[in-house]
């Protein structure tokens, strides 16, 4: 909710600063790529200190809707906003424990984990360089990683993380084609309790079909 009401802000912004000459866009884009994660998993109780790593890619199908200041140079200036959540990775375990004095303490079970990153905002220029419409892309990500789990005794909240973005692109009247590469500030989550902790890196490839009005 707080990087909705940042896009909302931030587009207002662009409306009321722009120059007379700029144009002033609305639209919506499809984008496709993959999501590649590395984590760990520390547990710090006294039964267990082991860390657990994986690494997941994650495809993704999506969409954004934006707003973009476009001056006659084609220099652009523009923020997004992805309604749906893109899913970063899930995973499963299950642990078997017999050290325990009573069964109901015994640390066992089937453990599952899910991150999405949900409410991506993204701020945005595209330079323009040669001709036929080509550009560079820089970006910066606003967004909240959700984490939905099943642990023994812990639970994970949600963080707010910053991206950066970098791709190039054509614009073609009021279509655009991009590919860009993001990569996001290091994941690091303690459960409510403090006893466990996940670290992690996110990075992003992407493809990204826009349709401005």
């Given at each position: 909710?707080?990087?909705?009401?940042?896009?909302?802000?931030?587009?207002?912004?662009i409306?009321?600063?722009?120059?007379?000459?700029?144009?002033i866009?609305?639209?919506?884009?499809?984008?496709?790529?993959?999501?590649?994660?590395?984590?760990?998993?520390?547990?710090?109780?006294?039964?267990?200190?082991?860390?657990r790593?994986?690494?997941?890619?994650?495809?993704?199908?999506?969409?954004?809707?934006?707003?973009?200041?476009?001056?006659?140079?084609?220099?652009?200036?523009?923020?997004s906003?992805?309604?749906?959540?893109?899913?970063?990775?899930?995973?499963?375990?299950?642990?078997?424990?017999?050290?325990?004095?009573?069964?109901?303490?015994?640390?066992?079970?089937?453990?599952?984990?899910?991150?999405?990153?949900?409410?991506?905002?993204?701020?945005?220029?595209?330079?323009?360089?040669?001709?036929?419409?080509?550009?560079?892309?820089?970006?910066v990500h606003?967004?909240?990683?959700?984490?939905?789990?099943?642990?023994?005794?812990?639970?994970?909240?949600?963080?707010?993380?910053?991206?950066?973005?970098?791709?190039?692109?054509?614009?073609?009247?009021?279509?655009?084609?991009?590919?860009?590469?993001?990569?996001?500030?290091?994941?690091?989550?303690?459960?409510?309790?403090?006893?466990?902790?996940?670290?992690?890196?996110?990075?992003?490839?992407?493809?990204?079909?826009?349709?401005?009005?």
């Open positions: 909710m707080k990087n909705i009401l940042k896009f909302l802000a931030a587009s207002l912004m409306m009321s600063f722009s120059s007379v000459k700029a144009e866009q609305y639209g919506f884009a499809i984008t496709a790529g993959q999501a590649d994660v590395s984590g760990t998993e520390t547990e710090g109780t006294a039964a267990d200190t082991s860390d790593s994986k690494s997941i890619k994650e495809t993704f199908v999506g969409g954004d809707i934006f707003i973009e200041s476009i001056s006659d140079s084609g220099m652009t200036y523009g923020l906003y992805v309604p749906l959540d893109v899913k970063l990775g899930s995973g499963s375990r299950t642990d078997t424990s017999t050290g325990a004095d009573v069964a109901s303490e015994a640390d066992t079970g089937t453990r599952t984990a899910e991150a999405d990153l949900s409410d991506l905002v993204t701020a945005y220029a595209n330079i323009p360089f040669g001709t036929n419409g080509w550009y560079t892309l820089l970006g606003m967004a909240t990683v959700e984490t939905t789990e099943t642990l023994n005794t812990n639970a994970y909240p949600n963080e707010d993380i910053f991206g950066a973005q970098i791709g190039f692109g054509q614009r073609n009247g009021n279509m655009k084609y991009e590919l860009s590469y993001s990569n996001f500030e290091e994941i690091n989550i303690s459960s409510a309790g403090g006893a466990n902790s996940v670290s992690a890196d996110a990075d992003v490839l992407q493809f990204r079909l826009s349709y401005g009005f």
